[in-house]
């Protein structure tokens, strides 16, 4: 019987994620964090003017409860700062220290990413992760029609 591509595909992406959960984890251990907290940081990082929880939901597609532990835990560290808006209004920003924390991060981050895609090609590199845009947004819409009750509307192609 022939591997199914869906199979092999969440196998190699499983595996991905795992390993850079584990690079996160070890980077973000001497801080007393965890992997969760490194891409809020770095989101933080590219926002200076802040973040609401509800941005920062929408942009790692995970729910606000688990962004608000998350920043509440980064508060607690010093490394993040909020404005008096209301809970889901108000914007967080890096702290001086959340800014050089997530600087150095960065720095492993850009070094992780020359070792694991050094070897490829700029043009494939940019054509994977057009292919790999494609194949999450479909799968977020097979995701959603089944949901809906509309799982014929997937075998209709």
Request: glycine fraction near 10%; charge should be positive; include cysteine.
């Amino acid at each position: 019987m022939k591997e199914s591509r869906l199979i092999r595909f969440t196998n190699l992406a499983g595996g991905a994620l795992k390993s850079i959960q584990a690079l996160k984890g070890m980077k973000m251990a001497p801080y007393g964090l965890s992997a969760a907290h490194t891409d809020l940081l770095c989101h933080l990082a590219h926002r200076p003017e802040g973040a609401t929880q509800t941005e920062l939901a929408a942009l790692e597609m995970i729910d606000k409860a688990q962004v608000s532990r998350v920043l509440r835990a980064l508060e607690g560290k010093g490394l993040i700062e909020k404005d008096g808006g209301g809970a889901y209004r108000r914007k967080y920003r890096l702290t001086k220290e959340g800014g050089a924390v997530t600087e150095e991060l960065e720095t492993v981050i850009l070094r992780i990413n020359r070792c694991v895609s050094g070897d490829i090609p700029p043009g494939e590199l940019e054509a994977f992760y057009r292919t790999l845009t494609v194949i999450a947004e479909n799968l977020s819409r097979a995701e959603r029609l089944m949901a809906e009750g509309n799982e014929e509307t997937l075998y209709a192609k």
